[in-house]
T-cell receptor
Framework: GENVEQHPSTLSVQEGDSAVIKCTYSDSASNYFPWYKQELGKGPQLIIDIRSNVGEKKDQRIAVTLNKTAKHFSLHITETQPEDSAVYFC?????????????FGGGTRLMVKP | EADIYQTPRYLVIGTGKKITLECSQTMGHDKMYWYQQDPGMELHLIHY???????EKGDLSSESTVSRIRTEHFPLTLESARPSHTSQYLC??????????FGPGTRLTVL
């Protein structure tokens, strides 16, 4: 089955700096890659996703890049703010007709210091 | 904000008790999931359902059971809780090939 590795497990940055979280996946058939943000006491919430037919996607201060050849994808957060502090999860899915079964990475705890 | 609800939010019970964690969604999603989240953050899929009367076991073996009698409702039951069941339980739902919407979670502590 699919295996998703996520690094780093913790990341501390100064407010205004950029943060980068990287994930690798094992199944070359995976074609859907979402990123979730989990704040304290809440469930994960989708913040951005990318499908295998594109290499990069941006939404304001966040962007995701995908390298299908190397089987890795990354989350980039620019101009970090204290409210970006949370746990971030990457995931991968084959997205077959059987539905969207996600395999999650181990999570990254991001701390943005004011 | 996604309309998926979990009750209770927090539960502290003694060993051997039977418990049911409730999960409901009002989005009409066919697929629903239960994840167990350990203190180290990692999410483990323990059960999922494709629709009414469909239940499947996930990647992580669990002593819990689930049922799906109505589209909107996906309860998880532990017949006899043990301290090893202490964890955060997250419910989610999705349309086919779309994002998963998560509930706020139930933090279970078994003494």
């Amino acid at each position: 089955g699919e295996n998703v590795e996520q690094h780093p497990s913790t990341l501390s940055v100064q407010e205004g700096d950029s943060a980068v979280i990287k994930c690798t996946y094992s199944d070359s058939a995976s074609n859907y890659f979402p990123w979730y943000k989990q704040e304290l006491g809440k469930g994960p919430q989708l913040i951005i996703d990318i499908r295998s037919n594109v290499g990069e996607k941006k939404d304001q201060r966040i962007a995701v890049t995908l390298n299908k050849t190397a089987k890795h994808f990354s989350l980039h957060i620019t101009e970090t703010q204290p409210e970006d502090s949370a746990v971030y999860f990457c995931a991968a899915s084959i997205g077959s007709n059987a539905g969207n079964m996600l395999t999650f990475g181990g999570g990254t705890r991001l701390m943005v210091k004011p | 904000e996604a309309d998926i609800y979990q009750t209770p939010r927090y539960l502290v019970i003694g060993t051997g008790k039977k418990i049911t964690l409730e999960c409901s969604q009002t989005m009409g999603h066919d697929k629903m999931y239960w994840y167990q989240q350990d203190p180290g953050m990692e999410l483990h899929l323990i059960h999922y359902s494709y629709g009414v009367n469909s239940t499947e076991k996930g990647d992580l073996s669990s002593e819990s059971t689930v049922s799906r009698i109505r589209t909107e409702h996906f309860p998880l039951t532990l017949e006899s809780a043990r301290p090893s069941h202490t964890s955060q339980y997250l419910c989610a739902s999705s349309e086919w090939r779309e994002e998963q919407f998560f509930g706020p979670g139930t933090r279970l502590t078994v003494l």
